[in-house]
Each structure stands twice: as C-alpha cells, then as structure tokens.
Nanobody
Framework: QVQLVESGGGLVQAGGSLRLSCAAS????????LGWHRQFPGKAREKVAR???????????DYDHSVKGRFTISRDKPKNTVYLQMNSLKPEDTAVYYC???????????WGQGTQVTVSS
C-alpha cells in the first residue's frame, strides 16, 4: 500500500521561503504523477505543481500559473521523494498542502496527510 509522508510546512512572512518534502513508500514503480495540491478553506483541492512521467527517461513539470516562477518542484528518484521549494511566498499561498501520487495514468490519487502553510502579511 502506497503511503506518503509530508514535512516542511509552517509559518513564514510574506516574501519568505519554505521547502516541503514528501517521501513515498509502498510502491516499486516510478510513479506516473508525483506532486503537490493545496486546499483553501471551503474550496476544492487544486493542483500546485506535479511531475509527470512521460516515458522512462522524460519528466514533464507542470505548474499552476499562480506559482510559476516562484515554486520549484523536484524529485529524488532513489529516495522516491518529491520536494516543493516555495519562494516569494504570498499570503494567498496560505493553505493546506497535500502530496499526491498516481502510480499509473489510470490510477486514483494517493494523498498525504497534509501540511499547513501559513504566510503572514
């Protein structure tokens, strides 16, 4: 069973940085999708950034327009860990951030437990 363990959330001032980490276990494949979503109060979960495996050697990095240029997603394949470096944080980035994984394109998402990111003005 796939499990995702997140770390790195917290409180930061506007303009600051945070780095989220998510370690995946219980899977033996390089997942089709590994990345981050976030959820604002009263809203549906939405994509932030994700790594899509196009083939055995090619990844596609997909960012929401609201974070492009500020957030960077990366992966350590041997550790099966994904990172989200968040720079120039804004109060509107305040949300619960969830790690998400799909082993194959037809798989349902597996979710982490979520980590709170709060950006003060």
């Amino acid at each position: 069973q796939v499990q995702l363990v997140e770390s790195g959330g917290g409180l930061v001032q506007a303009g600051g940085s945070l780095r989220l980490s998510c370690a995946a276990s219980g899977t033996s494949v390089i997942p089709y999708e590994l990345g981050w979503h976030r959820q604002f109060p009263g809203k549906a979960r939405e994509k932030v950034a994700r790594i899509l495996r196009l083939d055995t050697s090619t990844d596609y990095l997909d960012y929401d327009h609201s974070v492009k240029g500020r957030f960077t997603i990366s992966r350590d394949k041997p550790k099966n860990t994904v990172y989200l470096q968040m720079n120039s944080l804004k109060p509107e980035d305040t949300a619960v951030y969830y790690c998400a994984l799909r082993e194959y394109y037809y798989s349902a998402h597996t979710w982490g437990q979520g980590t709170q990111v709060t950006v003060s003005s």
